[in-house]
């Protein structure tokens, strides 16, 4: 499954989670396209430029993390990205920009699901404990 998720809108709904897994996010987008310097990934950095790490203020929606960093809201709980977000089936979120103001953001980040049977089944296959021989994938 991909789909976008946009640095200009608030809360973005997608719906129930029908299997448990992984979510990754892909791209850079910008919280301020007055600056370009403003831009990052879903972690909230980025090491291109004259950007600089800012940590998120209390209009934000999760004050502890950094402006441009993309969260995540299930129930009254919101968390932050940072390599990925795993989720659980049943589980139902919404996601957006760590921003108090969207009006001057612009961009969108990627979705990846990766449902966890996929994952355990690239794992065993890049197992570096094999054999030698296969020790990359399993043939």
């Not at 004050?63 to 990205?81: C, D, E, I, K, W």
């Not at 961009?107 to 994952?119: E, N, Q, T």
Request: glycine share 12%; aromatic share 12%.
């Amino acid at each position: 499954m991909d789909l976008n998720v946009y640095a200009n809108q608030d809360w973005q709904s997608f719906g129930t989670v029908r299997e448990d897994g992984n979510l990754y996010a892909d791209g850079l987008w910008n919280f301020n396209k007055d600056d370009r310097g403003r831009k990052c990934g879903a972690n909230g950095n980025n090491s291109s430029g004259r950007y600089y790490v800012m940590n998120a203020d209390p209009s934000c929606p999760f004050p502890s993390g950094r402006m441009g960093q993309l969260v995540m809201r299930s129930g009254n709980t919101v968390t932050g990205y940072e390599n990925y977000f795993s989720l659980k089936a049943g589980q139902i979120f919404e996601l957006r920009i760590n921003d108090g103001g969207l009006n001057d953001n612009e961009g969108s980040l990627l979705l990846r699901f990766v449902p966890s049977s996929v994952s355990k089944e690239i794992k065993d296959r890049v197992n570096p404990d094999r054999e030698p021989g296969h020790y990359w994938i399993n043939a």
